[in-house]
């Protein structure tokens, strides 16, 4: 019999769809660039289950609805990436990009010929400076202080040389992931801070002060990053300064940008046009890997769509907002899935408020910025 851990653990696409191999074939892609040969980098992953294993998960996920309404939406998203998951060992690349689109938003809501133009825009608005720079080693002591601060105790720091986002968080484990090398601005530093503290670990410091039956749902964002990226990226937007909304944008639009071209593209295709648009190989190469992240074959059309959660979460949690202010404390309490909000009980202002009020200003910036290249 399956329990909610080892299901928790088996469907963490995050970890099985980092490649095995990633900084070898990002040297071997290089090397061949320096060639003008094109190439594909044909990464590797290790799970040890089976299609078969997958099934069974799902039959056992089915088979648990019915006893909570809240439960049940957990359930739904569980089964998405279930799916998602059969569709990754069978090598159905048609199939991850569709599941995947479903689960964190779809390359069809972009707009990619306006959204390259956005994209134009917002690069010659970014006055970001390199003033007050922190290499990873000092940005882990900023948590520790912060954390300390904060009356939290039991939280490590680890530096994996391994390719992934610059900071991650897993509340959970009390973890703090900062990849090697990772070098922040003051700015930059901020943006992370508010990003993965007063987004990620509020929500779950609250589902765990609540004592709720849905806790260890409510602290695992699998099948919810949508809402558990699309809310740290309304708290950023919302608590920081109008300047630090602009690289958050090119950022975000950027790995939307690639998903959209991988979904048509080859990886050798998708990196060379992202480079002719940011002149930068290295965020080009990174941008086109989380594209056909999970594809061990990158020279296929299709794209996983892990990275669309950001802007799109975010314009869907403004939304939510602004139909409803409740909808504030509501998000505030952990990561549910969008469509059991309304199954949620409105409650006071939770123990760690991250958003009190919105900043009006700052949104209307955020979507004025995009200028309608994304629809939700």
């Known amino acids: 019999m399956f329990d909610f851990s080892y299901i928790q653990k088996e469907l963490d696409y995050y970890q099985k769809f980092i490649p095995l191999n990633y900084e070898s074939e990002k040297d071997a892609f290089f090397q061949k660039q320096k060639k003008g040969i094109p190439y594909n980098p044909v990464f590797e992953y290790q799970d040890p289950l089976t299609v078969k294993n997958y099934h069974e998960i799902r039959v056992f ?7 909570d309404r809240i439960i049940d939406h957990f359930l739904d998203r569980y089964v998405l990436v279930t799916d998602l998951m059969i569709a990754w060992k069978e090598d159905n690349y048609p199939g991850m990009t ?4 479903t689960l964190f938003g779809s390359y069809c809501q972009l707009d990619l010929p306006k959204a390259v133009e956005r994209y134009k825009r917002v690069v010659s608005l970014d006055h970001s400076t390199q003033e007050n720079l922190y290499c990873d080693e000092e940005i882990g002591c900023f948590f520790l202080k ?3 601060q904060m009356g939290l105790s039991g939280w490590s720091i680890e530096y994996p040389i391994t390719s992934g986002s610059e900071v991650s968080i897993y509340e959970l484990e009390k973890k703090v992931v900062i ?3 990772t070098v922040a601005g003051q700015a930059g530093l901020e943006r992370i801070i508010c990003h993965e503290i007063v987004g990620h670990a509020f929500q779950a410091f609250n589902a765990m002060e609540t004592g ?10 699998l099948g919810t990053e949508t809402q558990y990226e699309g809310w740290a990226v309304f708290t950023e937007v919302n608590n920081l300064k109008q300047h630090h909304i602009i690289p958050i944008i090119r950022r975000y639009l950027f790995f939307m940008i690639a998903t959209a071209m991988a979904s048509e593209l080859s990886f050798d295709k998708v990196y060379s046009r992202l480079f002719e648009l940011s002149s930068d190989q290295e965020f080009s190469f990174f941008a086109a890997a989380k594209a056909k992240r999970g594809f061990s074959d990158t020279s296929v059309h299709g794209c996983f769509q892990k990275e ?3 802007l799109t979460g975010a314009l869907m949690v403004i939304d939510l907002v602004r139909k409803n202010l409740e909808n504030l404390n509501k998000l505030s309490l952990g990561v549910f899935p969008f469509t059991a909000l309304n199954d949620i009980q409105a409650q006071d202002e939770p123990a760690w408020a991250s958003v009190k009020q919105v900043n009006h200003a700052n949104i209307e910036f955020f979507i004025n910025t995009l200028n309608g290249c994304i629809d939700v």
């Open 146 to 148: 912060y954390f300390s």
């Open 61 to 67: 996920l089915v088979n648990s609805k019915g006893a």
């Open 308 to 310: 669309n959660s950001y």
């Open 212 to 221: 709720h039956p849905y806790t260890d749902w409510l602290t695992t964002y």
């Open 98 to 101: 569709q599941l995947s689109g």
């Open 179 to 181: 990849r090697k090398g």
